[in-house]
């Protein structure tokens, strides 16, 4: 009886964490849908990112307050900015980065899609060339969980084109469950890594580069945001870096992972990538922000990078 007890308890524990790490989880993905959502919905000569997926990945009642108390939900935006100037364009910025990378990537020859923490991505869904092509996406299997319940609700059942991988990336070897999963390491594959690696452990993320490096097909790249290590462990002196640091350990979801500024290009070539492409903000303001965007700040601190396997 003894074996039972324990047997049990074991269960309700599991079940509490994966509860738990699903709440934690879909908190931070429907964030970024309500960002991309509420960007969505500015002219189309305006927004800086399309994403009409984004609606169907928020809840009835989030969408009910802001659609009848829109003067208090342009407040909450208004007083985001104030404590984090910039960072939500950055965010949008980088959705659209994301995107116009893939697109490109699809152009020239992309044969696979691996969207690691996929968390409420919907590339897969909304870009038309990857429907013609195999996309994975790898993400904690509680969340994963909720995804694909929206999933089956939109579309009435996953596509085809998608195979869904659930791993703990914090815990568990997911390179041989993609592996076993039909992805092939011969294939010109794109690794996308959105909003993810800075929440990872170093040991972690060198993993995951590891197995890039050494299981990706000929002209197979990467692409993937991050902060400076600065803004990881305190230390930067900005008044909106130190106000990103404190927000994040009051969510419980501290930064783990930076890289010390300026060196980006050394950390990838020491992992095995070349044709290292560094994008700063001033970048992406130049490219995105401008006639009636002109005036929206961007993050400083939000970086986009990109790289190829040698």
Request: proline share 4%; charged share 25%; glycine share 8%.
């Amino acid at each position: 009886m003894k074996g039972s007890e324990d047997a049990k308890k074991d269960f309700i524990k599991t079940n509490k964490w994966f509860t738990e790490k699903a709440r934690s989880s879909s908190k931070t993905a429907e964030g970024i849908a309500t960002l991309r959502f509420h960007e969505s919905q500015r002219p189309e000569g305006e927004r800086i990112c399309y994403d009409p997926c984004a609606v169907h990945f928020i809840s009835p009642e989030i969408l009910e307050w802001i659609a009848c108390n829109p003067d208090k939900a342009e407040a909450s935006w208004e007083q985001r900015e104030r404590i984090l100037p910039g960072i939500d364009n950055s965010v949008i910025a980088r959705v659209r980065y994301f995107d116009d990378f893939v697109k490109r990537s699809i152009e020239e020859g992309l044969e696979q899609l691996v969207i690691l923490g996929a968390g409420y991505d919907s590339r897969a869904y909304r870009i038309e060339g990857l429907t013609k092509i195999k996309v994975f996406e790898v993400d904690h299997p509680a969340m994963q969980a909720l995804k694909i319940e929206k999933i089956r609700k939109i579309f009435g059942s996953p596509p085809d084109h998608v195979t869904y991988i659930p791993a703990d990336l914090g815990r568990e070897d997911f390179g041989q469950t993609l592996l076993e999963m039909g992805y092939s390491p011969s294939k010109k594959t794109l690794f996308l890594m959105e909003g993810l690696l800075y929440y990872l452990p170093p040991e972690i993320v060198n993993k995951i580069l590891s197995f890039i490096s050494k299981n990706s097909g000929k002209g197979s790249a990467i692409i993937f945001d991050y902060y400076s290590q600065s803004v990881v462990d305190g230390s930067c002196e900005l008044e909106v870096g130190k106000n990103l640091y404190n927000q994040l350990i009051q969510y419980g979801e501290p930064l783990r992972f930076g890289i010390k500024e300026g060196s980006i290009e050394v950390f990838l070539m020491e992992r095995g990538f070349s044709k290292i492409q560094n994008v700063t903000s001033n970048d992406y303001k130049k490219s995105y922000f401008h006639g009636a965007n002109e005036g929206r700040t961007v993050c400083s601190l939000l970086n986009f990078a990109y790289a190829v396997v040698e």
